[in-house]
Every structure is written in C-alpha cells, then in structure tokens.
C-alpha cells in the first residue's frame, strides 16, 4: 500500500469519509486521495514522494503559485510576534484600506473567516438593510454551506426552497429561491411572484461550482437591472473569480457594480480567511455600528492578514500577472480545445481566463441542467490517466482548473501531451 491508501485507511476511523472537506474525497474516482506532503510554485508533491503538475491552486487562491517567496516571508515575519490577539491590528486597517481604496463598488469591508461566512454575513446584511426576507440564487452556484444556501440545485424556477442536506430544517430555507442560471426570466418570475419581498439576488458571476459556467452576453447586466427595478440588492459572489479574472474580479472584467461582495481564501493567499463587503450604507447596517449582528473572534487573523495583503499588493503593482495567466489560459485551454477538435470528441471545453473546465458530454454547458449531462464515469477515467500523468486536478467533473502565474509555458504543453494521451 502507499503512504496515502495508509493514511486513509486511518483517516476514515476518526473523520468522517476520511477528509475535512468533502471535495477532497476521491469517492467518485474510487481511489484514495493523494495525502500532499508539500508545494513549490506549480507543484505539488505527495506523501509518496510523487510531483504533480497542479491545477487546483488550493482551490483558487494561489494565483502566484504555492510557497511564493514574499509571502512566506511575511507569514514567517508576522508570526515572530504572535499567532494570534483577538484584538484589533494595524494589519487590518492596512488591508481594509487597501481594498477600499482600489474597489470602487467597496466603501467598507468585514473580514471574516470563509467565505461561507461572507455569504452568511453578506445575505443579513442585505435583509437588515431592504428590510426583507427572500434570497434568489441560481441553481448550480455555491455560496457555502449556511443553512439559508443549501437548497436543492434542480433545473427549473422553484417558488421555495427545499434543504439539500440533512439537518437543515425546512424554515431556513423558505426564503430562499432559486433561479436558472443564465436565464434571466427566471429571475423575473420569482420576483414577480415574490413583489417587495426579495432582498438580493446572489450569483457566482462565473458559475465556476458546476464546472466552469461563464455568463451569456447580457445576463449581469440584465440581473442589475431587474434588482434596481425590484428594489433587490445585487450580490456578487466572488470567492472565486474575486483577484483573479481582473484585480477589481468580474465586476471589473464585465463592467457590472454590486451592491455587495464577497471573497474568500484569495484575500489570505490561501490562508483561511474571506470578507464582505459594498455599499457604505449597507454596511453601516453591520454591529456594532448598525443592527446587524455578526461577529468573529478570530476574524482578521494578522497572519492571514499578512499573507493576503503581500499577495494583492503584488498583484495590484504587477498587472502584467493578468495578462500572462489570459495568454496562459489560451494555450492551455485553447489547447485542448484543439485536441478535443482534432479527435473529433463532442466534449465541451468552457474556460474564461484562468479558469477552465472540461465537461464529458456533447451538449453546450450554460448552466446547471447541461452541466449535469456530463458523463461523470469517464471524468473519472480522464482523471485517473491524467493523475498517472503527473498532472494533478480537482477529483470532480463539476469543479474548475486553476492557472498561476507558476505554470510557465513547458509545463502547460506537457499538460497538453497528457491531454492527448489521456483522453
């Protein structure tokens, strides 16, 4: 057996399913996770002693690659005076400023410690704030697991939501409404079905937890528009897209301003932390200011804080990062695109940026319903053979690849040739 198939083996006894988050699990591939022992720039390396070219960047935050010299250095540098306080830093003025200064639809931010909780905070916000209760969100979107976001993702407008996992009682998700990603007059029907009681749509603005799902031309614009007519806030998830489709995220990429938004572990490098964020009068609303309540007691962390702000003062003093990882996103992507052409296989091939995603089946992906036509038994096939490769991803169908600024050139066209060979 490998070091990770014992590792399992021991961790299955004392967590359940054998890992701390379930989109660790290599259930759907029916082999062991790989246990990671370390990582360097694009790199990862198992227990095993195995490197494998990364594509999960710890699920989107390692936009410069892992172990990035100036960040480490000022994790190790913060951590010389303490681990943690409970109390108020100067690091997290410096960080709140800094956002602020450079996000134009940010007047003021919280800091929390995932971005579960930005939603969470975001969502009660914008009740406090409209003075309503109904939430519309889109089927196939992830917000984390609150109990008022886990409603089942069916295709189709649902009036009410139903729980999606157990232990959510049924009143926390009554409020909450979900919609058809990408198609507008969904949207319109729950409003008008709901008139004056929906508080805020809340939308990843690049679906990107049901594989890669960028929006159709109009769409964020049209969800502005009906939420100012409604009287709605506009809620732009970006746990995801947020410093990494552009440093203002999608809003900047589409041009679209929300009202509020939320980030998640991008803003600590990788470290556990996310924020919300938007409006100055709506987040006037937040204790102890307004009536909101919503606290945390480790809530920016200054290690955390230290490690995100060294990454997005890189960023901001080296926009070239988002041109390189766009020409980075076109030859990878692009690349299998090609191939997928090439062998004449009806695999669909969705990618913006630096996001990507490859979905088994023949149907165009736009949102959760054709996302779902795809062949999850031959990801598993792909992944495997990719893995065997060196070449390290997401063990679902339904999540996306993530570029760095690490994978250089070589590396992307010797994911390519795996590519090739594997699918």
Known sequence: ?????????????????????????????????????????????????????????????????????????????????????????????????????RIPHIDMIRMVNSGTEAVMSAVRAARGYTGRNKIIKFAGCYHGHSDAMLVSAGSGVMTSGVPDSAGVPEGCTRDTMTAVYNDLESVRTLMEQAPGEVAAVIVEPVGANMGVVPPAEGF??????????????????????????????????????????????????????????????????????????????????????????????????????????????????????????????????????????MFFTSREVVDYTSAKSADTAAFAEYFKAMLKCGVHMAPSQFEAMFLSAAHTETVIQETLDAVKKCI
């Open 220 to 357: 964020l614009e049209g969800l502005r528009k009906l939420c100012d007519e409604n009287g709605a806030l506009l809620i732009f998830d970006e746990v995801i897209t947020g410093f990494r489709l552009a440093f203002g995220g999608a809003a900047e990429y589409f041009g679209i301003r929300p009202d509020l938004v939320t980030y998640g572990k991008i803003i600590g490098a990788g470290m556990p932390v996310g924020a919300y964020g938007g409006r100055r009068e709506i987040m006037e609303m937040v204790s102890p200011v307004g009536k909101v309540y919503q606290a945390g007691t480790l809530s920016g962390n200054p290690i955390a804080m230290a490690a995100g702000l060294t990454q997005l003062k890189y960023l901001d003093a080296h926009p070239e990062v988002y041109k390189e990882l766009s020409e980075k996103g076109q030859m990878l992507y692009g690349g299998m695109k090609k191939i997928l052409e090439e062998k004449e296989i009806p695999y669909r091939l969705n990618f913006i940026e630096s996001l990507g995603c």
């Open 1 to 101: 057996m490998t070091r990770s198939e014992v590792l399992f083996e021991r961790a299955v006894k004392r967590i359940p399913g054998g890992v701390n988050s379930p989109v660790r699990a290599y259930g759907a591939i029916g082999e062991a996770p790989r246990f990671i022992d370390r990582a360097d720039g694009c790199y990862i390396y198992d227990v095993d002693g195995n490197r494998y070219i990364d594509y999960i960047d710890s699920w989107g935050p390692m936009i410069l690659g892992h172990n990035f010299p100036a960040i480490r250095e000022s994790v190790v540098k913060a951590s010389e005076k303490g681990l943690s306080f409970g109390c108020a830093t100067e690091i997290e003025v410096e960080m709140a400023e800094f956002i602020c200064e």
